[in-house]
C-alpha cells in the first residue's frame, strides 16, 4: 500500500448524492486507474489515466467521473446516476500506462449507501 | 474475448504442506500475467508477474507461479504454507495485443484457508 494514499477509509451516500474518493499517490507514477471489487467478481476497471489531462473510460465506467489535473491525483466522483454504488473502491498507480508494468494499489475506500 | 478463469472459490492446506491456487486464461495474444494478494479490507499487494523468460517465475513471500502456454495456465505455488498466507488472491492478465493499454483482466478470486 506505500505510495497510495486512498481517503476516507468508509464513506457513506445518500440517495441522489453525489460523492468523491480521493486517490493520491507520491511515486511519481504517469498511469492511475480506478477498480471496483465486489465479492465473488474480482476487480472491475472503471477509469484509467496514462497522463496528466487524459483518460479513459474501462468496463464500468457509467455513473462515474474523473479528473486528472495533478499527476499525482486521480479522484473518482460517485455521481447520483450510479444506482448500485455499495462496493471497495481501490485506486492504482503504475510507472506508466505500458502492458509490461505492474500496477499497484493503494488501501481501497468501502462506499455504503444509508 | 479476453478472460481469466479461477476455478476454485477456496483452497484449504494445513500448514508445512504445499500449496496450488490455480489459474486458466484466455487472451488473444501472448499474455503478461500478474498474481496479487488481498488481506481482509486492505487493497492489493503485488506478488510476482511474468513477461516473458523462464516459465517459472518467483515472487514475494516464497511464492512461485508457473507459466505453461500449452495449458493456459498460470498457477500459484509455494513449497510450504504458512497460516499467515491465508488471504484472498487474484490472478490478472494483460493482453499484449490490446494495443498500448494498462488494462488488467481480473479473476474472481481464490480465498487461500492455512490451518495450522
Known amino acids: 500500500d506505500g505510495g497510495i494514499t486512498q481517503s476516507p477509509k468508509y464513506l457513506f451516500r445518500k440517495e441522489g448524492q453525489n460523492v468523491t474518493l480521493s486517490c493520491e499517490q507520491n511515486?511519481?507514477?504517469?498511469?492511475m486507474y480506478w477498480y471496483r471489487q465486489d465479492p465473488g467478481q474480482g476487480l472491475r476497471l472503471i477509469y484509467y489515466?496514462?497522463?496528466?489531462?487524459?483518460?479513459q473510460k474501462g468496463d464500468i465506467a457509467e455513473g462515474y467521473s474523473v479528473s486528472r489535473e495533478k499527476k499525482e491525483s486521480f479522484p473518482l466522483t460517485v455521481t447520483s446516476a450510479q444506482k448500485n454504488p455499495t462496493a471497495f473502491y481501490l485506486c492504482?498507480?503504475?510507472?506508466?500506462?505500458?502492458?509490461?508494468?505492474?500496477?499497484?494499489f493503494g488501501p481501497g475506500t468501502r462506499l455504503l449507501v444509508l | 474475448a479476453q478472460s481469466v478463469a479461477q476455478p476454485e472459490d477456496q483452497v484449504n492446506v494445513a500448514e508445512g504442506n504445499p500449496l496450488t491456487v490455480k489459474c486458466t486464461y484466455s487472451?488473444?495474444?501472448?499474455?503478461?500475467l500478474f498474481w496479487y494478494v488481498q488481506y481482509p479490507n486492505r487493497g492489493l499487494q503485488f506478488l510476482l508477474k511474468?513477461?516473458?523468460?523462464?516459465?517459472l517465475v518467483k515472487g514475494s513471500y516464497g511464492f512461485e507461479a508457473e507459466f505453461n502456454k500449452s495449458q493456459t495456465s498460470f498457477h500459484l505455488k509455494k513449497p510450504s504454507a504458512l497460516v499467515s498466507d491465508s488471504a484472498l488472491y487474484f490472478c490478472?492478465?494483460?493482453?499484449?495485443?490490446?494495443?498500448?493499454?494498462?488494462?488488467?483482466?481480473f479473476g474472481q478470486g481464490t480465498t487461500l484457508q492455512v490451518k495450522p
Open positions: 487472451v488473444s495474444g501472448n499474455p503478461y
Open positions: 511474468y513477461i516473458t523468460g523462464d516459465n
Open positions: 490478472a492478465v494483460r493482453d499484449r495485443g490490446s494495443g498500448n493499454t494498462g488494462k488488467l483482466i
Open positions: 511515486l511519481n507514477h504517469d498511469a
Open positions: 489515466s496514462q497522463i496528466v489531462n487524459d483518460f
Open positions: 492504482a498507480s503504475s510507472i506508466e500506462g505500458g502492458r509490461r508494468e505492474t500496477q499497484y
